[in-house]
């Protein structure tokens, strides 16, 4: 038995195709835009912003956010 594996672009394209046919253009772009590669250093970004934490601090302010009213 053989499979035929589609090249990316092509697979690529199939989905787009069906995102637009199910989604209509906006919805379809907002939701591929979600996808992008950001910019900068996260590990370094999270490593300044969280240095004065702890773990136990960072899980009771989650803890916290979740059970406060929206």
Known sequence: MSVYIQPMTILTQ???????????VVDTMRFLNQFRA????????RQQLFKELSTKD????????RTKPA
């Open 14 to 24: 199939r989905a787009k195709h069906a995102l637009i046919q199910e989604l209509g």
């Open 38 to 45: 950001g910019s900068g250093n996260y590990t370094q970004e």
């Open 58 to 65: 960072i899980i009771a302010d989650i803890k916290a956010r």
